[in-house]
């Protein structure tokens, strides 16, 4: 056991007798939490574990400062160690992914996404319009001019890459804010393919002619080019805005370089910390010094106070990654998620697009009669977190869907390699094979029930339980 944790293990000890001498049943959840998470494959792609300096760093009393503003210019009196705290994460993620400008304030991915639209919004139209009128800020505006400048707010266009192809919902979906700012048109997939077809994006670009491109995603299982992407917004001068939620560990630990690197060709990227890159759970934003005024008047604009112990643990994560071992750890995210697709395919199970080139591995469950929700639910009684998702073009709508989702950070961070990682595609491969759709009372097959012999979820238990017991999660934290 390394110093650091055997001290975080004497330190949570008090931790969480101090919590539960308040509320025994808060403490309870925590260790229960810790030894739910150690007992499970948690192949979700958008977790992962955070270090113990990180997770000890978000419990202090720097999260009872109000602090709205910004770094230097804050609507609070005495922010000067959250200044400090601020400075230190925003030069920490400027120099890991080599941004001109970062913006550590937002408390999630959706409030980073935001924090981008809003600057966009700001730079693009609001302060062209200003400075049209003669106007300094918005409250020199007659109220005529300010109703005008509300309307074009309204009519401005984004286009986002489709649900089911693994776009996300702040890419202008009605069930988020971003489809109520803005007009959207969504880029899908090839349907022969599944991947991006960036000869039909720029036809639908031209034709529709948006203010923002959105590039990224939640569950696409391959790289993109950005370069692609940027040639195209600059094509019709929509303004590239990337969102690296999760895949931020694979550009902080260069795995992404050349055309697949988004900083370079963003003009405005939105992640979050706590993905791929195994920080805090927090977000973040990076722009080109153009948007960077815009990006920084974030709170109070769209974020309320910002987390000064969030920002801390971010400062702690960002200087993780800068390690030769996190560009290893990343590599190996990659390289294992080879593997678990391989050893899938090997066992005849359909993935989306074929394979995978990131960390995400997306399988349509559809061709053994399961939705996406069976076969999420049959997993989880055998031990394997994932959750489920859409595929293309997906006949089972968004909520049952016909895809789960899996991905590889969280089991590396645990030491899963390759070895692991085959086994683990042939425990997942043996769930499916072994669940049927529970039929409904008419006979139909149902979509949310399902049959799986608790002996056989049982066993599948006991081989993951054999590897993870080989890399314990927090080695050495008892509690
Ligand atoms: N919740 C994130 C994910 O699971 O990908 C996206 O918001």
Same mark, same amino acid.
């Given at each position: ?33 810790? +030894? ?79 924090? =981008? ?71 899908? +997939? ?34 993109? #080019? ?27 630990? &260069? ?36 948007? =960077?005024?815009?990006?920084? &008047? ?39 998620? &080879? ?18 080139? #990131? ?94 012999? =608790? ?25």
């Amino acid at each position: 056991m390394s110093d650091v944790n055997a001290t975080a293990s004497s330190a949570y000890r008090q931790i969480l007798e101090v919590i539960g001498s308040v509320e025994p049943r808060i403490a309870a959840a925590t260790k229960q939490e810790l +030894t739910d998470q150690r007992g499970s494959l948690k192949l979700i792609a958008s977790e992962n574990y955070a270090s113990l300096p990180v997770l000890l760093t978000m419990g202090t009393w720097l999260s009872d400062k109000y602090a709205e503003g910004t770094i230097g210019h804050r609507f609070y009196a005495g922010c000067q160690n959250i200044d400090t705290v601020e400075s230190i994460a925003a030069e920490h993620a400027r120099e890991l992914f080599g941004a001109e400008y970062a913006y550590v304030q937002p408390h999630s991915g959706i409030d980073a996404n935001l924090v =981008a639209y809003w600057a966009i919004l700001s730079h693009r139209i609001e302060s062209p319009t200003l400075e049209r009128l003669g106007a300094k800020t918005v409250n020199d505006l007659a109220e005529d001019d300010w109703e005008d400048l509300r309307r074009e707010f309204n009519t401005q266009r984004v286009m986002g890459m489709a649900l089911d192809a693994g776009g996300h919902l702040t890419h202008g979906f009605r069930h988020n804010i971003s489809g109520k700012m803005f007009q959207q048109r969504s880029y899908g +997939t090839d349907p022969t393919s599944q991947l991006i077809d960036y000869d039909k994006l720029r036809a639908d670009a031209k034709e529709f002619k948006p203010l923002i491109i959105a590039a990224g995603y939640s569950a696409y299982p391959r790289r993109v #080019n950005f370069a692609k992407m940027r040639e195209i917004a600059d094509e019709v001068g929509a303004t590239l805005f990337i969102d690296m939620a999760h895949f931020a560990g694979l550009v902080a630990g &260069k795995v992404f370089t050349g055309e697949e690197n988004p900083i370079p060709y963003g003009h405005v990227i939105g992640s979050t910390t706590h993905k791929s890159l195994r920080g805090p759970r927090g977000g973040f934003v990076l722009a080109t010094a153009e948007y =960077a005024d815009a990006v920084d &008047k974030g709170c109070p604009m769209v974020l309320g106070g910002p987390l000064g112990h969030v920002m801390a643990a971010k400062a702690v994560a960002f200087a993780e990654a800068r390690t030769e071992s996190f560009q290893t750890y990343a590599q190996a995210v990659a390289d294992n998620a &080879k593997t678990l697709a391989e050893g899938l395919l090997k066992r005849g199970v359909k993935l989306v697009t074929g394979g995978t080139d #990131n960390h995400i591995v997306l399988l349509d469950v559809s061709a053994y009669g399961l939705t996406g929700r069976q076969a999420e639910s049959a997993l989880l009684d055998s031990g394997v977190v994932t959750n489920r998702n859409s595929v293309p073009a997906d006949p089972n709508g968004a909520w049952y869907t016909s895809g789960v989702r899996i991905g590889t950070p969280a089991l590396t961070s645990r030491g899963f390699g390759t070895d692991e990682f085959t086994a683990v595609a042939n425990l997942i491969a043996d769930v499916l094979e072994a669940t049927t759709p529970a039929l409904t009372k008419s006979g139909a097959r149902g979509k949310a029930k399902y049959i799986l012999d =608790a002996s056989v979820a049982n066993s599948i238990q006991s081989r993951a339980d054999e590897l993870l017991a080989g890399h314990p999660l927090y080695p050495g934290l008892e509690l």
